[in-house]
C-alpha cells in the first residue's frame, strides 16, 4: 500500500509516497509459511510448480488453506479464496479447535491425557466441538449448537472423541472443497499450536488417510514476514 496523500494518514511516521507491506490473517500467513519441504526448500515463493498441498491451522481455531490452480468462492459453506502468485489459497475457517479444548481441560491435562491414547484406535464418539453457538465452515450455519455429549467417564477417551471429532470437520471440509473443483492434493502441512502434539497428528492422518506433517516454521509471524518480503522484491524488480 503507498500513500498517495496526507489525508487520513495514520500517526505512524509515514509520508507521502512510503510504501506499507500489510501482513495477513493466521491462516494464510500460516498456509504461506506451511509450503516448505523437509529440506527447506520454499515452494510458493514464485515458482511456477507447485507440490500438491494442504495446509492445516489448528490453533483457537481450525483454518483450512489448499493450495490449487482454481479459484473457488462459495459463501453457502463459508469457502473463500486468495491470491497467491498464479495460484489460490482456497479454504475457510472453521471455529472448532483450541478454543473449545481449553474450555474443558489445562494444558496439563491435555498433555497427560494425551499421552495415554491409541491413536489408531477409532473412537466410537460422534461430537461437533465448538467453543459457543454458531460455526462458519465447512458448514455455515450461525445457530449450530455445539455438541460434547455424552461425555464418557474416561477423561482420556473424552479427548480422544473430540480429537477424532474435530479432524473429522477437517476431513469434511477437505472433501467439500474437492467437490466444489480445487486442485486435489497428497499432503497436509500442519501449523499452530495444535501442531504440537503428536497423537493428534497421527490420529488426523489416519482420518484424513493422507501424510501429515509438520511444518519447519510454526509461527504464523514467519509467513507474514515472507509476504512481506516477496513484496519488498517485487517492488525492487
Same mark, same amino acid.
Given at each position: 500500500?503507498?500513500?498517495?496523500?496526507?489525508?487520513?494518514?495514520?500517526?505512524?511516521?509515514?509520508?507521502?509516497?512510503?510504501?506499507?507491506?500489510?501482513?495477513?490473517?493466521?491462516?494464510?500467513?500460516?498456509?504461506?509459511?506451511?509450503?516448505?519441504?523437509?529440506?527447506?526448500?520454499?515452494?510458493?515463493?514464485?515458482?511456477?510448480?507447485?507440490?500438491?498441498?494442504?495446509?492445516?491451522?489448528?490453533?483457537?481455531?481450525?483454518?483450512?488453506?489448499?493450495?490449487?490452480?482454481?479459484?473457488?468462492?462459495?459463501?453457502?459453506?463459508?469457502?473463500?479464496?486468495?491470491?497467491?502468485?498464479?495460484?489460490?489459497?482456497?479454504?475457510?475457517?472453521?471455529?472448532?479447535?483450541?478454543?473449545?479444548?481449553?474450555?474443558?481441560?489445562?494444558?496439563?491435562?491435555?498433555?497427560?491425557?494425551?499421552?495415554?491414547?491409541?491413536?489408531?484406535?477409532?473412537?466410537?464418539?460422534?461430537?461437533?466441538?465448538?467453543?459457543?453457538?454458531?460455526?462458519?465452515?465447512?458448514?455455515?450455519?450461525?445457530?449450530?449448537?455445539?455438541?460434547?455429549?455424552?461425555?464418557?467417564?474416561?477423561?482420556? %477417551?473424552?479427548?480422544? $472423541?473430540?480429537?477424532? #471429532?474435530? /479432524?473429522?470437520?477437517?476431513?469434511? &471440509? !477437505?472433501?467439500?472443497?474437492?467437490?466444489?473443483?480445487?486442485?486435489?492434493?497428497?499432503?497436509?502441512?500442519?501449523?499452530?499450536?495444535?501442531?504440537?502434539?503428536?497423537?493428534?497428528?497421527?490420529?488426523? %492422518?489416519?482420518?484424513? $488417510?493422507?501424510?501429515? #506433517?509438520? /511444518?519447519?516454521?510454526?509461527?504464523? &509471524? !514467519?509467513?507474514?514476514?515472507?509476504?512481506?518480503?516477496?513484496?519488498?522484491?517485487?517492488?525492487?524488480?
Amino acid at each position: 500500500m503507498i500513500f498517495a496523500s496526507n489525508e487520513g494518514k495514520p500517526e505512524v511516521g509515514l509520508e507521502v509516497g512510503d510504501r506499507l507491506y500489510l501482513g495477513l490473517d493466521f491462516g494464510t500467513s500460516g498456509a504461506r509459511f506451511a509450503l516448505i519441504d523437509k529440506r527447506g526448500t520454499i515452494h510458493a515463493q514464485g515458482k511456477r510448480e507447485y507440490p500438491l498441498y494442504k495446509v492445516t491451522s489448528l490453533g483457537s481455531t481450525l483454518a483450512i488453506k489448499l493450495l490449487s490452480t482454481s479459484r473457488v468462492d462459495d459463501a453457502r459453506y463459508g469457502v473463500y479464496s486468495h491470491r497467491l502468485d498464479d495460484r489460490w489459497l482456497v479454504g475457510g475457517a472453521s471455529n472448532t479447535g483450541g478454543a473449545v479444548l481449553l474450555q474443558i481441560f489445562t494444558d496439563e491435562q491435555l498433555e497427560n491425557l494425551s499421552e495415554q491414547m491409541n491413536p489408531m484406535k477409532t473412537s466410537p464418539l460422534d461430537y461437533y466441538p465448538l467453543p459457543t453457538v454458531g460455526e462458519g465452515f465447512p458448514v455455515a450455519d450461525p445457530k449450530m449448537v455445539p455438541r460434547l455429549h455424552p461425555r464418557p467417564e474416561s477423561d482420556d %477417551e473424552y479427548l480422544h $472423541g473430540i480429537f477424532e #471429532s474435530i /479432524a473429522r470437520i477437517e476431513a469434511k &471440509a !477437505y472433501s467439500l472443497l474437492k467437490d466444489l473443483g480445487a486442485t486435489q492434493v497428497e499432503d497436509v502441512f500442519m501449523a499452530g499450536g495444535g501442531a504440537k502434539n503428536e497423537k493428534w497428528m497421527k490420529i488426523r %492422518e489416519r482420518v484424513l $488417510g493422507l501424510p501429515v #506433517s509438520r /511444518a519447519i516454521q510454526t509461527e504464523a &509471524a !514467519y509467513g507474514a514476514a515472507l509476504l512481506a518480503l516477496k513484496g519488498t522484491q517485487q517492488c525492487v524488480q
